[in-house]
Structures are given as C-alpha cells and as structure tokens.
C-alpha cells in the first residue's frame, strides 16, 4: 500500500532554516506528482509546493524564493529546504502524492500524516 512518511519539522527561531523529508513508498515514486501542503488549527490546507515529472516546481506566493522542493528517485524521497523562516510558516507540514499532476491544487490521492515546524 501507498505510505508516505515526513520527517525534519521542529521548532526554529526566525531567520532560520529546516529541511522536511518524505520517504514514499508502495507505488511508482518517479513518475507521481509530489507536493507539500501546509495547515494551521482552523484553516484551511494550503499548498506549499509541487513538483511533477516533467513540470517545473511550482510555489506558494508566500514561500517563492525562500522555499525549494525537490526530490531524488533514487531514494524514493521528497525534500522541503524552508530557508529564511517567518512565524507565519508554523504549522504542520504534509507530504501528498498524485498519479498526475495537481500543481498546489488540493485533492491529492494520498497524504502523509505530518510533521510540525514551528518558528519562533
């Protein structure tokens, strides 16, 4: 079965960086659309950022330039580099995957179960 397993949040003073990490398994991990989506307590999910096969990653306005997504086949793994952090960034993080393309789209067919950042 598909699993998706997030790992690096924690807590982090502003201007700080962290790297998230989630580790795919159960399904053909190279040719999904992968993505991470972000929540706080009484919003909305909303999307961070998505990477496709063949598309260029795409970003939230709000993360563009401080955020890369990217991900390594190899290790069947995606990443989420979060550079020059804002309290604003705190929430939990969720890897998602999609047999095609989604963009920051929600609807992803399969989630992870998260993992917190929180930024100080």
């Known amino acids: 079965h598909v699993q998706l397993v997030e790992s690096g949040g924690g807590s982090v003073q502003a201007g700080g960086s962290l790297r998230l990490s989630c580790a795919a398994s159960?399904?053909?991990?190279?040719?999904?659309?992968m993505a991470w989506f972000r929540q706080v307590p009484g919003k909305e999910r909303e999307g961070v950022a998505a990477i496709g096969v063949y598309e260029s990653p795409s970003y939230a306005t709000s993360v563009m330039g401080r955020f890369t997504i990217s991900k390594d086949n190899t290790k069947n793994t995606l990443y989420l580099q979060m550079d020059s952090l804002k309290p604003e960034d705190s929430a939990m993080y969720y890897c998602a995957a999609h047999p095609w393309f989604r963009g920051l789209n929600p609807g992803y067919q399969f989630w992870g179960q998260g993992t917190q950042v929180t930024v100080s």
């Open positions: 159960g399904y053909t991990y190279s040719s999904y659309c």
